[in-house]
């Protein structure tokens, strides 16, 4: 399955938001388990990195975090295409229709995150990671 991970979900594993990251963790684990893929768009590393240099204030210790996450993950292009297409959306959060775009212009399977209900379209489902972690958890 190809799992996009949304912006704040990479942000808790990261340990940028204190009280998430257990459950970022364990969908990290429960996705490498089950041989998902787990993909990141392009436009989320760059705000990814913006944020966490804001929370850890050092960016040696910004780059060791994102090298070794790096090596879990897969990295999607966001083109002029789907910048459009999340313009033409319409949604109150651009940077989620992004996400949205990217993960329908590249057969995502579904999106975790913890703002669900900034996902104004359900064609791809969408996931809390609490969520994720009590679906495909191998025992339900």
């Known amino acids: 399955m190809r799992v996009l991970l949304d912006t704040n979900v990479v ?4 340990g940028a938001n204190q009280g998430f990251t257990d459950d970022a963790e364990k969908v990290f684990t429960l996705a490498e388990k089950r041989n998902d893929i787990k993909l990141v768009s392009s436009s989320a590393i760059t705000d990814i ?4 240099k804001r929370a850890v204030k050092d960016m040696n210790i910004v780059q060791q975090k994102y090298k070794s996450f790096r090596n879990r993950i897969s990295i999607l292009s966001v083109t002029e295409q789907d910048i459009d297409k999340a313009f033409s959306r319409n949604w109150k959060d651009f940077e989620d229709a992004v996400q949205y775009t990217v993960a329908e212009t590249n057969g995502v399977d579904c999106i975790i995150t913890r703002n669900k209900g900034d996902f104004e379209e359900d064609r791809i489902p969408c996931y809390t990671p609490v969520e994720f972690i009590d679906k495909f958890t191998e025992n339900n």
């Not at 942000?11 to 990261?14: A, F, S, T």
């Not at 990195?49 to 966490?52: H, M």
């Open 49 to 52: 990195i913006y944020v966490l």
């Open 11 to 14: 942000l808790d594993y990261l």
